[in-house]
């Protein structure tokens, strides 16, 4: 069974630009999960998607939205970029239970 | 507040030695406690779990405790290899009941292991 997959891996954008990033779940899980991780902060949530619908979310502001499609895949946005939006950002999946999450390898954002 | 803290924030240990790495957390109402690894540049994977009647569970030469009581928990590393190298997370899931729950993650600790 493949795993997690994140694309871009790697990313560089400037401040005030947008950037979307994409996971696709494992095949047959239907909840996914999105995650900041910096240095300073760990491990952050942002929100989860189930069946299309957002089930969870973190403190985060607007700028960061995200969406599922039917086939579970989901993409995360970002507007207006700011330096410390700088992380890497992880997606992960589950067949339903949170504590049976799978990570991705994460997309690393960069912003200059 | 609902809070997980991790000690020691880095470690440095020789190949082949014991290590402990700490996690306290103060999450209420408890559900389960997951430790984590995470290599440098990819994403976490699950060590263990463990769920409030659980006071002990191994995975090869990795060991977790937890004390519900005391809120504590500890991971164990047995022997320890090279490829140990990596920051270890340790996640409290707070209980909503049915399948949902609120992830809280402690920051990690950080090992590296020398030849």
């Known amino acids: 069974k493949a795993g997690v997959t994140q694309t871009p891996r790697y990313l560089i954008k400037t401040r005030g630009q947008q950037v979307t990033l994409s996971c696709s779940p494992i095949s047959g899980h239907r909840s996914v999960s999105w995650y900041q991780q910096t240095p300073g902060q760990g491990l952050q949530f942002l929100f989860e998607?189930?069946?299309?619908?957002?089930?969870n979310k973190g403190n985060f502001p607007g700028r960061f939205s995200g969406r599922q499609f039917s086939n579970s895949r989901s993409e995360m946005n970002v507007s207006t970029l700011e330096l410390g939006d700088s992380a890497l950002y992880l997606c992960?999946?589950?067949?339903?239970?949170?504590?049976?999450?799978?990570f991705g390898p994460g997309t690393r954002l960069t912003v200059t | 507040k609902n809070q997980v803290e991790q000690s020691p924030q880095s470690l440095i240990i020789l190949e082949g030695k014991n290590c402990t790495l700490q996690?306290?957390?103060?999450?209420?109402?408890?559900?389960?406690l997951r430790w984590y690894k995470q290599d440098t540049g990819r994403g976490p994977v699950s060590l263990t779990i463990m769920t409030f009647s659980e006071n002990t569970k191994s995975n090869g030469r990795y060991t977790a405790t937890l004390d519900a009581d005391t809120k504590q928990s500890s991971l164990h590393i047995t022997a320890s290899q090279l490829s140990d190298s990596a920051s270890y997370i340790c996640?409290?899931?707070?209980?909503?009941?049915?399948?949902?729950?609120?992830?809280?993650f402690g920051k990690g600790t950080k090992l590296s292991v020398k030849p």
């Open positions: 992960a999946s589950s067949g339903g239970s949170p504590w049976e999450q799978y």
């Open positions: 998607y189930f069946s299309e619908t957002q089930r």
């Open positions: 996690c306290n957390y103060t999450v209420s109402p408890f559900s389960n």
């Open positions: 996640v409290v899931m707070q209980n909503y009941g049915g399948s949902q729950g609120n992830l809280i």
